[in-house]
């Protein structure tokens, strides 16, 4: 996995649980409902919803077999799914991006690796086809050390991001250079025409690029 999910529960064939504690958390980014930490022996086993805790009817001390935690740890990974489904209805997202989400909700390890498996299957989550969109998106536009930055922050694989990089900017000749392009189109939004900038302002604008991380041999030869 991506990120580093709360470890979960371990269940052992034909051994009695018991819940040890119950404590009320803030779940994710709604505080409509209620929502408890389960522990079983002492150790988190999951996270449920007022509704649920009726449903299952827990409380500290109740016994809970290995049968009765498998119902509830399926019932936790539908919503888990539905969340899931619900975090890319509107945008793609990375594997870490959506492994991080479920564990502001707090999924376990377990739960939220067969979330995103579920994801895979139907390639609803997909970090490579993410990450060519995201490239293919933004190389007229930023530097390619830019690109590169926020998707190594997203958790896209250096294999594959060394892949795509490689194939996006293969230059035959510099007019067909994205940084050349990038840079042009700053220096476009900036000033109608560079060659009468004062000295002062043109450092200001070469400084400006460099801060969005295009080398200097790039920038001297748009300027």
Partial sequence: MSCNPQRSFTVKE???MVITDIREANAGRSERKKA???FIDDKFAFLIYEDE???FNLSVGTEITPDVYETIEDFVLKRARHKALNIIKYSDKTEKEICLRLKEEYYTDDIIEKAIEYLKIYNYLNDERYAEN????RKNKESRFSIESKLQSKGINKGVLEKIIAGEYEINDEDSDPEILA???IIQKKCDNPTNLSYTDKMKLI???K???FNSDKINKCL
């Avoid at 995201?134 to 998106?137: A, D, L, Q, W």
């Fill in 14 to 16: 034909g051994v009695f």
């Fill in 36 to 38: 408890y930490r389960i």
């Fill in 53 to 55: 805790m009726e449903q």
């Fill in 134 to 137: 995201y490239v293919r998106s």
């Fill in 183 to 185: 840079i042009n189109k």
């Fill in 207 to 209: 400084n400006l690029l």
């Fill in 211 to 213: 801060r969005k991380g």
